[in-house]
């Protein structure tokens, strides 16, 4: 006799996405495709790859997943440590290191907070480090973003003076109400000594 047509191989289950059901009460079942004696057959209707595409669990792979990305590779001058916390700093802003700089500029009010100024005040470039950024004869584009705020900034005339200027500006009104209140302090004692008995006799 023949030898036996060799067994086809298992396919491998696909894990499908779990489907939350609501129960159903009997009656609710008429006219369903649950209602007796049970479900139509649909072997040979459904398309059992199709429902596995909609419905797995497994992740889906992005269309070019795993393919190098071909992007310039930054140049950093800036020591690895104060390039970071530079970074950090930047990242509190919503706007471009163009529009900071502007902002300083023109000191904007509306585009820079006082908490704000005080941050660009704490991490202003050092001599050594825009001596290190003017050797650079690359392209500016290519530089890290700490790097390209220090560009950006030393560009302002008299930055640490307008910053200074510009913090008073934004933190006069605080100023002045706590000096208000010291001083009504201030009154009021002397106030309350004037009217002393004790001291009076």
């Not at 902002?103 to 704000?116: E, Y």
Request: proline share 8%; charged share 30%; net charge positive.
């Amino acid at each position: 006799p023949p030898p036996p047509p060799p067994a086809a191989a298992a396919k491998k289950r696909v894990k499908m996405k779990v489907l939350h059901w609501k129960k159903l009460a009997g009656h609710q079942l008429r006219a369903t495709v649950w209602a007796p004696p049970g479900p139509p057959a649909i072997e040979g209707v459904m398309d059992e790859a199709e429902l596995e595409r909609l419905f797995s669990d497994e992740p889906k792979i992005a269309a070019g997943a795993g393919k190098p990305l071909n992007l310039p590779k930054k140049v950093l001058l800036l020591d690895g440590k104060r390039a970071q916390v530079v970074g950090i700093m930047l990242s509190r802003f919503k706007i471009s290191v163009d529009a900071i700089a502007r902002a300083v500029v023109r000191m904007d009010a509306r585009a820079l907070s006082a908490d704000d100024v005080a941050a660009l005040k704490a991490y202003l470039p050092t001599k050594d480090e825009l001596e290190l950024l003017d050797s650079f004869k690359g392209d500016p584009s290519t530089l890290g973003a700490a790097e390209l705020y220090f560009l950006q900034m030393r560009t302002i005339p008299l930055l640490e003076e307008r910053l200074e200027a510009f913090h008073y500006l934004l933190t006069f009104d605080t100023r002045v109400r706590g000096l208000r209140s010291a001083l009504a302090g201030v009154r009021a004692a002397c106030e309350e000594l004037e009217a002393s008995e004790a001291l009076r006799g």
